[in-house]
C-alpha cells in the first residue's frame, strides 16, 4: 500500500506543476477590444491635453497595422470638420496616417468628438501616434500637434 500512495502523490504533485506551468507561462499578454486595438500588459490612462484627449487607443497600446483613433478635440483644431492624424517611427518617417472627422458641430471652442481610421504600411514597432492641428494657412505661429507612443504590431 506505501508504493501505491507514494506514486499517488508523485502523480498529484506533477498535474499541479503542470497546472501550474501552464498559468503561468500560457496565459494571454494583452487582450484584443473591438476595434483591433491591442492592451499593453503595461497599465495606461487614456491620453489627455489642454486641446486634444485620446480614449483609443491608450498611450502604449498594441495596434493593428489598421485600428481607429477615438476622441476628443476642441473645435479650434479643426478645418472643415478635420484634422490630419500620422503615425512616426522612432526615425520620424511617417509610415501611417488617416483623417480625424469630427462627430458633431466642429465650429466652436468646446472639445468636439472625433473618430480617425488610420492605417499604416510597410512597418511595426515602436511609433509614435501624432494628431496635427489643422492648419490651412501654413503659418507655423498656428501649427500645434500631441502625440504618444504607441506599439504597430
Keep these: 500500500m506505501n508504493g501505491r500512495l507514494g506514486w499517488s ?7 499541479i506543476i503542470v497546472a501550474l506551468a501552464v498559468f503561468l507561462f500560457a496565459g494571454p499578454t494583452s487582450a484584443p477590444s473591438s476595434d483591433n486595438t491591442f492592451v499593453s500588459p503595461f497599465p495606461s490612462q487614456p491620453f489627455e491635453s489642454e486641446n486634444v484627449n485620446v480614449t483609443s487607443p491608450l498611450p502604449n497600446a498594441m495596434v493593428a497595422k489598421k ?12 478645418f472643415e470638420a478635420s484634422f490630419p492624424v500620422q503615425v512616426r517611427d522612432p526615425q520620424n518617417n511617417l509610415v501611417g496616417q488617416g483623417i480625424a472627422q469630427a462627430g458633431d458641430e466642429w465650429m466652436t471652442t468646446e472639445f468636439v468628438p472625433f473618430t480617425a481610421p488610420v492605417t499604416v504600411t510597410g512597418y511595426s514597432g515602436p511609433a509614435d501616434l501624432v494628431l496635427l492641428k489643422d492648419n490651412p494657412s501654413g503659418l507655423p505661429e498656428h501649427d500645434d500637434a500631441v502625440l504618444f507612443p504607441i506599439v504597430v504590431q
Design 67 to 78: 485600428f481607429t483613433v477615438v476622441g476628443e478635440a476642441r473645435g479650434l483644431w479643426y
Design 9 to 15: 502523490i508523485v502523480v498529484v504533485l506533477a498535474v
